[in-house]
Nanobody, 117 residues
């Protein structure tokens, strides 16, 4: 079955950086678009970044709130997608989830990111 396992979250001061990883199994990773979502307390889950399966490395798309600060990338040899987060702000505090949709959605367990002011 499809499994997604996130790692890399933690506590960081405003202006700092973190890199999240999501290791996937049970799918042909290289053929699938991968997504990063986040959910802050009391808020709906929102799409943060997407990377397609384009053979050139994947086309990316970002929420306006993270554009120019976050970078999504993938390593198909490791079945892993990454989210590099720079210039973090307190409003980036949330649980971050890796997601794939192959007709139905699969989610990882989430990793907490806390940005202190």
């Amino acid at each position: 079955q499809v499994q997604l396992v996130e790692s890399g979250g933690g506590l960081v001061q405003a202006g700092g950086s973190l890199r999240l990883s999501c290791a996937a199994s049970g799918i042909i990773f290289s053929l699938n678009t991968m997504n990063w979502y986040r959910q802050a307390p009391g808020r709906q889950r929102e799409l943060v970044a997407t990377i397609t399966s384009d053979p050139s490395g994947g086309r990316t798309n970002y929420a306006d709130s993270v554009k120019d600060r976050f970078t999504v990338s993938r390593d198909n040899s490791k079945n892993t997608v990454y989210l590099q987060m720079n210039s973090l702000k307190p409003e980036d505090t949330a649980v971050y989830y890796c997601n794939i949709n192959v007709g139905i959605d699969f989610w990882g367990q989430g990793t907490q990111v806390t940005v202190s002011s």
